[in-house]
């Protein structure tokens, strides 16, 4: 197991620094609330000096998730008496409650940003530790910058509030600025002089992604002594955000022989909190993000699909199971192999298909995939069933499956303040069917309308609107996720009109429930 690693995680405030992204207090609780669920070992709740509405909620925060001694929290404050006692106040409430300050060490900071002496500057550390551990037994200190301070009095001030009390010396790479060689050199410096000093004080880092190098400048530090990492859900922060924690924890399971340390995080509830934390501050999480990013378990190259059905371990570091996913995605596109399309199949009831028979639905998925893009389970009943139609008239399945899914004809949808309203046509089989409705807004009516065709009683997870091309013919992605009877259903669908793209994922995933109450058997060929 190696030694263990405190996460220290600061969603609730670096994070919330991102524009836009502004909580209300049931919100923060929430987060607050999953962070718990999450496992980690401190969650920096908020600036409570920063408003009456943050205090609030630090406090809340405090009261509602601090009820217990596993788990520590903490609020932001600036080296001064009226920040201190806004800590202090908001996070009293906790069983385990911590004063987090912070003060500046780099030249720049010094000079420029507080137009003090570096001796002015470190006698007011000295002091706010001091009067900080007259409230509370936890103090944690961070010298801001300390990548681009000069190390000896860097070294000078942490030597300095250490033994005016702090319990935490947390060592930010505050602009990105620091690279994984010299940000783990200092770290081993700085961790073998705080040990000989106080081996019980622990050291902290806190790096930023201005470079793109935050996860790995504190794998860096682990590696040269850190004891603690400050992160964010999903990397979110000020600017190009902080380490992800979700990188940071993952890398120290996958690689436990190399950096030989471990957390205390349960894994499986990564993709949970970083769905909520998404939902909750409207950030969208990049499709490629490494551990929650849409695209980290799916795969759609034929070569990987076809490696990962003979061996997971072909292509696949990080199980999805293991971050709270039910499994790998393999998304059918026309990139995709014969293996990956058998398989699909077979799952589907279709394990007997000669040779002769497989190509030829192979040639029909590949001429769907071309003008569809990504092709559903849904899509290969339908070819399965129009490729042994063109079999000398023969249909050689007992059912006429393409009768049981929807296919959207025809929206119309009025937005306006007062009555929003949608108005659809949709086919099935040969039936068309029709319906209108109102709603709160004009997706709600449009879903509304469809639900009223369907008669199939689903709860909308998540709704997701992202551009995919630029321009006045721009194409927009809609990615929502439904519950149908405990079971959750994705799909996806790009539209130029984002209206008519909302329609057809939610068809899709409609067309998902259908499939899943189709027993493989029956569709045996």
């Not at 509602?64 to 409430?93: C, F, P, Q």
């Not at 500046?104 to 706010?128: E, P, R, Y």
């Not at 399309?341 to 040779?355: I, M, Q, R, T, W």
Request: glycine share 6%; with cysteine; net charge negative.
């Amino acid at each position: 197991m190696g030694r263990k690693i405190w996460v220290f995680d600061t969603t609730l405030r670096d994070g919330e620094q991102v524009p836009g992204a502004k909580l209300n207090l049931y919100e923060k609780v929430e987060i607050a609330q999953q962070l718990n669920k999450l496992g980690v070992d401190i969650i920096e709740a908020g600036f409570p000096a920063s408003s009456q509405g943050d205090f609030d909620a630090v406090k809340a925060v405090a009261q509602k998730v601090g009820n217990t001694e596993d788990i520590m929290i903490t609020a932001l404050a600036r080296a001064v008496k009226n920040d201190i006692d806004s800590v202090y106040h908001a996070v009293k409430y906790a069983q385990n409650p911590m004063i987090h300050m912070v003060l500046g060490t780099s030249d720049i900071h010094v000079a420029k940003k507080f137009n003090k002496s570096k001796d002015q500057i470190l006698q007011i550390g000295i002091d706010a530790v001091k009067y900080a551990k007259t409230l509370l037994p936890e103090v944690q200190y961070s010298t801001e910058d300390a990548s681009r301070s000069d190390f000896e009095y860097l070294w000078k001030t942490i030597e300095a509030v250490m033994k005016a009390g702090a319990t935490m010396i947390n060592v930010p790479d505050t602009v990105g600025f620091a690279e994984p060689e010299e940000f783990g050199a200092m770290i081993y410096k700085l961790n073998d002089r705080m040990k000989n000093l106080n081996d019980k004080v622990l050291l902290s880092v806190h790096c930023h992604n201005d470079l793109g190098m935050a996860t790995a400048n504190t794998l860096a530090a682990i590696k040269n002594g850190a004891d603690k990492v400050e992160c964010t859900i999903n990397g979110i922060g000020e600017r190009a955000g902080n380490a992800a924690l979700e990188e940071v924890v993952m890398a120290l399971k996958t690689r436990e022989t190399v950096y030989n340390a471990h957390t205390r995080i349960n894994t499986r509830e990564i993709m949970n909190t970083s769905r909520l934390v998404s939902s909750f501050m409207g950030l969208d999480v990049q499709v490629n993000k490494a551990i929650t990013g849409d695209n980290a378990f799916a795969h759609s190259s034929g070569i990987h699909q076809d490696g990962l059905l003979k061996s997971r371990d072909a292509y696949e570091i990080v199980h999805p199971e293991d971050v709270g996913l039910d499994d790998m995605e393999l998304i059918l596109t026309a990139r995709s192999g014969r293996h990956a399309v058998k398989n699909a199949l077979e799952k589907l009831g279709f394990s007997n298909l000669s040779e002769i028979d497989f190509e030829g639905i192979f040639d029909g998925f590949l001429n769907l995939a071309d003008a569809k893009k990504e092709v559903y389970d849904h899509d290969l009943y339908v070819i399965v069933e129009s490729y042994y139609e063109k079999q000398d008239g023969q249909h050689a399945l007992a059912t006429h499956y393409s009768e049981q899914f929807y296919d959207l004809d025809d929206i119309q949808v009025i937005s306006n303040a007062s009555f929003p309203s949608a108005s659809v046509k949709i086919r099935k089989g040969n039936e068309v069917l029709k319906s209108s409705a109102v709603g709160s807004g004009p997706i709600d009516a449009l879903y509304s309308a469809i639900a009223e065709i369907t008669k199939i009683e689903v709860k909308l997870i998540e709704y997701n609107i992202s551009s995919v091309s630029r321009g006045k013919e721009a194409l927009g992605k809609v990615k929502i996720i439904i519950e149908h009877e405990g079971e959750k259903y994705i799909a996806k669908a790009a539209h130029t009109d984002i209206l008519k793209a909302s329609a057809l994922a939610y068809i899709n995933a409609i067309n998902s429930v259908v499939v899943a109450s189709i027993v493989p058997a029956e569709t045996a060929v």
